[in-house]
């Protein structure tokens, strides 16, 4: 049965010594206000970019190292997290309702389900 899915969040992971001034350049550097979720204090968006693409930020852990990652959104996550494997990534951690992974390079990147609405049935590529 045929999946959709698309790239649709760059995440920029920050740990707390570093979150507030790393949202803040990245603001400054899009002319995007940062909007803070208001149901979770870990998470910003500056908003989406061309082709609908969401630039997020979101408070970490302490120890882990600041870096971005990809959020692929999907009306099937199974499919894609099987689709994905086939071309070489491997799963790192089940997330609940999500999840972790890693491409052929060993760059992590998240499978998840539809986040970003109008977008994803705008941009949305459908597989086979």
Not at 21 to 36: D, K, Y
Not at 45 to 65: C, K, M, N, W, Y
Request: aromatic share 8%; hydrophobic share 40%; proline share 7%.
């Amino acid at each position: 049965m045929p999946h959709r899915s698309r790239l649709a969040v760059l995440m920029l992971d920050l740990p707390p010594d570093l979150h507030d001034a790393g949202r803040a350049f990245w603001s400054g550097a899009t002319g995007h206000e940062a909007s803070p979720d208001p149901s979770d204090e870990n998470w910003s968006s500056l908003g989406a970019f061309a082709g609908g693409f969401h630039l997020e930020v979101q408070r970490t852990g302490h120890g882990t190292p600041p870096r971005w990652h990809v959020d692929v959104e999907t009306d099937d996550v199974d499919a894609e997290v099987a689709r994905l494997e086939a071309l070489g990534a491997r799963r790192i951690a089940d997330m609940g309702g999500f999840w972790q992974m890693k491409d052929p390079a060993g760059m992590v990147f998240d499978v998840v389900g539809v986040q970003t609405g109008e977008d994803f049935e705008r941009h949305a590529r459908t597989w086979p």
